[in-house]
């Protein structure tokens, strides 16, 4: 039998982990020399879109030749040490949906939202949709089990304050039953209110003369009466082409405290432009209806792709920034797709704004009907025009990195009111008429109303 040298052995043994050693020692020398930039004093951050205003470090400016500088791209917290005061997420346009004397009366500039209850919902959805504090909603819901028995159309309304912590809760039981629930310290307090007014009919009567605000307010109708109106025909009729002459008939219930009244409901309203007649009467499910029943509402896309696409940065509008430590809203959704996917506009609509605005690169305002307003930033390319009528999935862009971006994708928003919301939670208009017993009994409500809305005792002026 060959005899084995035990020297060898140890010499093998020694030779292999020796190698070894050195090869992994110069790969890491070799990755810390590549990665290492050649001069640190010189590196710099080059902007992905040719919109945005170049960041250097160190007071650097760009050279026209590079050299030998090494080329970063740093990453979101260094660039939030760089603009502390701005959210990088949130593009900010540079223009805005000029508003008219009817968004006026629309919108509200507080930090208060009402809302009707529809089928389906549920106090935590509502609120959540809206971005108020889940600790808030989810402390209110705990402590009144009684708020899970909301229904429909019924009206509740809520004030927040800057950072959407939840300030107080109302909830209308009936016309004579108001609970409010307020925010004292780290819990709420409930308050009911009885009310003992009267309530009595109310019908105006007018022509246009100026405009529906105008002439609506001189026969006694309230601004939040006459925002209730054009919420009710937004998608039947725009209201800024009523013409001299046209006529409107206005039934209302108001609580009475004496002269002077608090609360009102819209019963029905009758708007005659030129030879056409636009109803809309409320129903006991809360939402109003033409006069034979049919709705008043469009439909929606849920979203502006013609496929889903993954959501990259959701809707946030509590958002902390890590470095700051300051509340930076993130208002809307971004979707992440590659350069030049079509865009589709999510509902019939006029385009108020198209063109390059500022950080949201190019980007697209469009108003659906009175209530409902969508924002499209970082686009590649714009499709429409200003003042151009769309349809629901129109093709109005194709998606880009413009702006203030850090890569590709869509930034979208939706307001409701005035008011930013999640676009994906959002409870958006379905477009369902009445059936069955329910149509019914509709029918036989408006037999009784439609005399009250006459034009009989009304003459154009000369």
């Known amino acids: 039998m060959q005899q084995i040298d035990s020297s060898d052995i140890e010499k093998k043994d020694l030779k292999i982990p020796f190698i070894t050693i050195s090869v992994v020692f110069i790969i890491i020398i070799s990755f810390y020399l590549l990665w290492r930039p050649l001069n640190p004093e010189r590196t710099i951050y080059i902007p992905l879109t040719p919109q945005v205003q170049t960041t250097v470090i160190e007071n650097h400016q760009l050279p026209s030749a590079v050299g030998n500088a090494t080329i970063v791209r740093l990453d979101d917290r260094v660039l939030q040490e760089q603009q502390p005061e701005e959210s990088l997420d949130q593009p900010k346009p540079e223009d805005d949906v000029i508003k008219d004397e009817i968004d006026e009366v629309i919108d509200q500039d507080d930090n208060s939202v009402q809302y009707t209850v529809n089928r389906g919902d549920t106090l935590s959805g509502i609120l959540t949709q809206y971005g108020v504090n889940r ?7 705990k402590q009144f ?5 909301l229904r429909i159309g019924q009206q509740i309304s809520w004030t927040v304050d800057t950072e959407h ?3 107080s809760f109302n909830w209308i039981i009936s016309n004579n039953n108001i609970r409010i629930y ?7 307090v ?6 003992e007014g009267i309530w009595k009919p109310f019908n105006a009567q007018g022509l246009i003369d100026s ?4 002439d609506a307010k001189k026969q006694g109708l309230t601004s939040s009466e006459i925002a209730t109106i054009t919420k009710a025909l937004q998608w039947q009729l725009d209201f800024r082409r009523l013409k001299k002459g046209d006529k409107f008939s206005v039934l209302i219930s108001r609580e009475m405290f004496g002269d002077n009244h608090e609360n009102s409901q819209l019963l029905a309203v009758r708007i005659q432009n030129g030879n056409k007649d636009y109803y809309a009467i409320l129903a006991e499910d809360g939402h109003y209806y033409d006069k034979n029943g049919g709705s008043l509402s469009q439909n929606f896309l849920r979203y502006p792709l013609a496929k889903q696409a993954r959501i990259s940065s959701g809707f946030n509008p509590r958002r902390l920034n890590p470095v700051t430590k300051k509340v930076t809203p993130h208002n809307g959704v971004d979707f992440a797709v590659s350069r030049g996917t079509p865009v589709l506009s999510v509902g019939e609509g006029e385009v108020m704004i ?3 605005s500022g950080s949201a690169g190019n ?3 469009i108003r659906h009907g009175r209530q409902y307003t969508t924002k499209y930033m970082h686009l590649d390319k714009i499709l429409v025009k200003a003042g151009q009528k769309i349809k629901k999935g129109d093709k109005i862009g194709l998606s880009g990195n413009t702006g203030r971006s850090t890569g590709p994708h869509l930034h979208f928003e939706l307001y409701i009111d005035g008011k930013p919301v999640n676009p994906i939670t959002a409870n958006l208009p379905v477009s369902e008429g009445l059936t069955g017993k329910s149509k019914k009994t509709f029918l036989e409500q408006f037999k009784k109303i439609e005399p009250k809305l006459s034009f009989e005792s009304l003459t154009p002026s000369n």
């Open 190 to 195: 409930e308050r009911i209110e009885t009310r």
């Open 145 to 149: 089990k009684q708020l899970t028995n």
């Open 363 to 365: 980007f697209i305002a």
């Open 354 to 356: 198209a063109k390059y």
């Open 135 to 141: 600790n808030d909603v989810y402390l209110l819901t």
């Open 165 to 167: 912590n939840l300030k």
């Open 211 to 214: 405009n529906f605000v105008v």
């Open 182 to 188: 307020e925010k004292v310290n780290d819990n709420f």
